[in-house]
């Protein structure tokens, strides 16, 4: 049923297009059983969109894109396109998506499922029922700062420049959006920088303090290095609820969250940018894993990240909670049931392909259903 929910499927590179085409077949039943249905249009991004249109993501698209409510997006990347010059490579084609998106606020949770513990890197008691998110600002910091670039130098030597800059409205943004999911959670928020070593970290601390002292009280704050909170992460990763951090330290605290939780190919992300008048935000739901192009063709990938990447859509762009709800206990079932791709594949449990798995989402939510 078409219901004016404008969704833009941009499948990638790699597993992208296997792991969406299993997000077609849990929205087919979707549509078909609780009426949420969508207009879909596709298009290309990274490599393919390179090799079709010789840039990573066409003016088109783009347009699509910020027309859209939101953005589903596969992966980008892979050893094809590894020796084009950079600003042809597939991942300009998802930083340009972000940028000009203007989706400075980037959600990844890491959950254990209980089904997984046993397949983290640690202990099993340090990360059972393990549930954090971090909030990685998504469109500042060194990422996009200037100036930046490669220079070459009087003395034949060349020079590598990046910029770490953030503004005060930009600390103040991603803060907002940490406190308010937060309020909705433990209340707990652990902002991270480098206080200690850079300006823009200091700066980031005392714009956090301001902000909580005077719009969220109630709610906890604390403040840690970003060195020290990668080693609290796999020392005690249960002291944290909400962590909000910049651009780069992001990206790299995001990582190990998610191998905290076993499989990369568990975590969804959503990125989404500020509410406009009518209160709709632009948005962007992807999987945290890569293309996986060692793999890719083979009906081998796990789609249960992309799936739940479109639960994380129903919820924070449609306000179809229920709906998502649905989609994640769905998951969640499968796992319990012993269903398992190659990369979550343990002893005693069946190995389904990425179809298998898509399909076996579905029948557990046409179970649930009932
Ligand atoms: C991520 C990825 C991207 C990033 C790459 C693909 C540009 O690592 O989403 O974490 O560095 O942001
Ligand atoms: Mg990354």
Redesign the pocket.
């Known amino acids: 049923m078409a219901a004016n929910r404008n969704l833009l499927m941009l499948p990638g590179d790699g597993i992208g297009p296997e792991v969406m085409g299993e997000v077609k077949r849990v929205i087919a039943w979707m549509d078909a059983n609780r009426a949420v249905g969508f207009d879909i249009d596709e298009d290309l991004v990274g490599g393919c969109a390179y090799d079709a249109h010789g840039v990573a993501i066409a003016d088109a698209t783009m347009d699509k894109a910020m027309a859209a409510d939101a953005v589903l997006l596969g992966a ?2 892979g050893p094809r396109w590894e020796s084009l010059p950079f600003e042809s490579q597939p ?1 300009r084609g ?2 340009r998506l972000r940028k000009d998106m203007e989706l400075f606020a ?1 959600l990844r949770p890491a959950m254990v499922f209980d089904a997984l513990a046993e397949a983290s890197s640690l202990k099993t008691e340090l990360v059972a029922g393990l549930d954090i998110l971090i909030i990685r600002e ?1 469109t500042g910091g060194v ?1 996009f700062g200037e100036p930046r670039g490669i220079t070459d130098l009087p003395n034949g030597e060349r020079r590598g420049i990046n910029t770490q800059v953030y503004d005060t409205y930009e600390i103040i943004r991603i803060g907002r959006v940490a406190f308010e999911l937060a309020a909705k959670r433990s209340g707990r928020v652990c902002s991270v920088e480098k206080a200690n070593v850079m300006e823009s970290g200091l700066l980031w601390r005392e714009e956090m303090t301001k902000l909580h002292a005077a719009e969220y009280p109630d709610l906890e704050l604390s403040h840690m290095y970003a060195d020290n909170c990668a080693m609290q992460l796999v020392r005690m990763p249960k002291q944290f609820d909400v962590i909000v951090t910049d ?1 780069l330290f992001g ?1 790299m605290l ?2 190990t969250a998610a191998m905290l939780t076993g499989s990369l190919g568990m975590l969804p ?1 959503a990125s989404l940018g500020a509410a406009d008048a009518t209160g709709r935000r632009k948005a962007l739901y ?1 999987p ?1 894993h ?1 293309s996986a192009p060692d793999i890719a063709g083979e009906n081998k990938a796990n789609p249960l990240a992309t799936i739940l990447s479109y639960a994380m859509m129903l919820r924070y762009s449609f306000d179809l909670g229920a709906d998502a709800e649905l989609v994640e206990l769905a998951v969640r079932g499968v796992l319990d049931k012993g269903l398992r791709t190659a990369d979550i594949m343990a002893d005693g449990k069946e190995l389904l392909s990425t179809t298998g798995m898509g399909q076996a989402v579905v029948d557990e939510m046409a179970a649930l259903a009932g």
């Open positions: 980008v990347g991942e998802l930083l980037n998504l990422y651009n990206d995001s990582d992300s992807e945290v890569g």
